[in-house]
């Protein structure tokens, strides 16, 4: 009893005034050990999961591995990056096809995704129903967009054809042919994709101030002169990762490939993009070594691609 | 009153009584601009609608382009699919694989974006969107490798594991932008209350980062339930997903486009009613960031 009273005081007396400076330095100190503390575990998970199996590709990627990754393989040093880089069977038409594939579809998908997030732009009855409708398609299985398509441009049975027919325009073998596959699959992306697009630039149309737009409206800019001087330049940001974003995507596109044309883009390699021709390096033919070679400029190649996007989006911004 | 009325005359008759050829003009544009919105909605709409129907059709309805959506419908192609059961055990799978992967990545990512969002720390936090960069086939040798040592290859495990590769910067990428848009006195004022800085999120923003968090979450579950290229290599006949599952059908079950339609229109519903019911959470976490650059 008698120990608690002379005690108690002894806290609240000399203690008190250096209280609040004490707290404050815990505060910083027990920041900074909790913010690394709050990002360890998803920091080490995805260390985890990237940063050895990138050094085991690298190192793959200098040997002749064949058949099984732990069989007795040699080192070969850039060998394989050499045999892809001259192969102008598999490797350079795989890059060309990889690029056409994302600079077309990416293309039309920005030019109708922007046409229609402007048509959007100003809320009317029933939008929540349109915009419900735009994020099906892109959440929707890839696998099951392929069969999807399948049946719709089956080349005798589908009613794209009977569509075309009716029409009275030819009839097209679409997946059918080793000249149209790619550009249908093309198209099949758009359909998918367009919707995201859509999505992301609206959302950075209505971040954008109303008052240039009116300025340049009490001016007598006409709508076109609105949107190309006024709006866009404002857009840009976003656009530009949307594009980037979209790009890496178009880029990796692998499943709606694989699901409508099979194992190495068909029976001509007609769909087969870098995404398509490492897989089967790896999975159908066990080409460890050249296959990490391959994966390894591919990688190479869209960091690229995104570093060089958002350059040009920052000087242009 | 008496000081507003005459205000209010001056700026609202004119408009309002004769309206302009101006505003007419701006009223008929406002038609074209409905009517051109809900005919590329039917454009998207149109080819799942097609799906839909051709789940209900016999197998002679499906490849008579004639049969358009008025047509009777049949069950057939469901009870087969009920029979062979394969679909159902895929998406039991998938949802099992699905729930724990998205549980997983968002106990691990919700705290890391929360400090990304908090503390700053960009450079960091970009350290691990590194992950969607990457062409995931350049790891699929290496983890192949990984876990068949661990005997682990056509587990659950493995495949909660690669699909949380997708899920954690993905709820990452989405919640750093929802934390930082959080206004940081409300954890100041709790903080000054004598909560610990774990406290102020545990108890401040975790609860005010809820929809965020079930937004990011939807999402992930979705990219979950459509992840095709990880459960192809890594799951194995008893661990199935959904997607694999549909294309094994199409390898041997080509002409059997009924069947197919109902498989798939079976794994597309799910989807659809997320779709439906939570439009406006899964536009704003779909666009998350992009705004920002």
């Known amino acids: 009893m008698s120990t608690t009273e002379v005690s108690r005081p002894a806290p609240s007396g000399p203690a008190a005034p250096r209280r609040p400076e004490r707290r404050q330095r815990t505060f910083e100190q027990s920041n900074r050990r909790l913010k690394w503390a709050m990002l360890a575990p998803a920091l080490l998970f995805v260390g985890a999961m990237i940063v050895f199996p990138l050094l085991f590709t690298l190192n793959l990627s200098l040997t002749d591995a064949f058949g099984a990754v732990n069989a007795k393989k040699g080192y070969v040093g850039f060998q394989n990056f050499l045999d892809a880089l001259e192969d102008s069977r598999r490797f350079w038409p795989a890059v060309r096809r990889t690029v056409v594939f994302t600079i077309g579809a990416v293309l039309i998908e920005t030019v109708l995704g922007l046409g229609l997030a402007m048509l959007m732009r100003k809320a009317f009855r029933g939008i929540r129903w349109v915009r419900t409708v735009l994020i099906i398609p892109l959440l929707t299985t890839p696998v099951a967009i392929g069969i999807l398509w399948l049946l719709i441009l089956d080349p005798t049975n589908g009613i794209a054809n009977h569509l075309l027919e009716t029409v009275g325009l030819p009839r097209q073998e679409f997946l059918g042919s080793v000249s149209q596959s790619l550009p249908t699959l093309m198209l099949i992306d758009v359909w998918q994709w367009t919707p995201m697009m859509t999505l992301l630039l609206l959302a950075g149309l209505s971040t954008l101030p109303d008052e240039p737009e009116e300025a340049a409206l009490v001016d007598g800019a006409n709508a076109w002169q609105r949107f190309r001087w006024v709006i866009l330049p404002m857009l840009t940001t976003t656009l530009v990762t949307a594009l980037v974003l979209r790009s890496v995507d178009a880029l990796k596109t692998f499943d709606i490939l694989y699901a409508t044309k099979g194992p190495g883009g068909g029976s001509n390699f007609e769909v087969e993009t870098l995404n398509v021709y490492s897989y089967g390096l790896t999975f159908d033919y066990q080409e460890y070594g050249l296959a990490s070679a391959v994966l390894v400029l591919f990688t190479l190649f869209i960091i690229g691609v995104v570093v060089l996007l958002r350059r040009r989006g920052r000087k242009s911004a | 009153m008496s000081a507003a009325a005459p205000v209010t005359p001056s700026t609202a008759a004119p408009v309002s009584r004769t309206p302009s050829p101006r505003a007419r003009r701006r009223r008929n544009w406002a038609w074209v601009r409905v009517v051109a919105v809900v005919a590329v909605s039917l454009i998207f709409a149109l080819p799942l609608i097609w799906m839909f129907a051709a789940a209900f059709k016999t197998n002679v309805q499906v490849t008579n382009p004639d049969v358009g959506l008025i047509f009777r419908p049949t069950l057939d192609n469901f009870r087969a699919i009920i029979d062979d059961g394969a679909v159902f055990t895929s998406m039991k799978n998938s949802l099992i694989v699905g729930v724990i992967s998205t549980v997983l990545s968002a106990v691990i990512a919700v705290p890391a974006a929360w400090a990304v969002g908090r503390f700053r720390m960009h450079r960091t936090g970009s350290l691990i969107l590194v992950a969607r960069i990457i062409p995931a086939i350049s790891l ?14 056509g587990s659950y495990t493995v495949l909660v594991l690669s699909h949380m590769f997708v899920s954690v910067p993905l709820i990452l990428w989405i919640m750093i932008g929802f934390f930082e848009g959080l206004p940081v006195e409300l954890e100041e004022a709790a903080r000054t209350d004598g909560l ?52 094994n059908f199409i390898s041997y079950a080509s002409t059997d486009w009924g069947g197919l339609m109902a498989a798939a229109t079976l794994i597309t519903v799910p989807v659809v009613a997320v779709a439906v019911l939570g439009q406006k959470y899964l536009v704003a976490g779909l666009t998350a960031g992009a705004t920002k650059g």
């Open chain 2, 140 to 153: 699929l040798v290496p983890w192949y490798y990984l876990f068949a040592q661990a005997g682990l290859v």
């Open chain 2, 196 to 247: 610990s800085a774990f406290g102020a999120f545990w108890r401040i923003s975790l609860p005010l980062a809820a929809p965020g968090t079930a937004t990011a979450a939807l999402l992930a579950f979705v990219f979950s339930w459509n992840n095709f290229m990880f459960a192809l290599i890594f799951a194995d006949e008893d661990t199935q997903t959904v997607p694999v599952t549909l294309f």
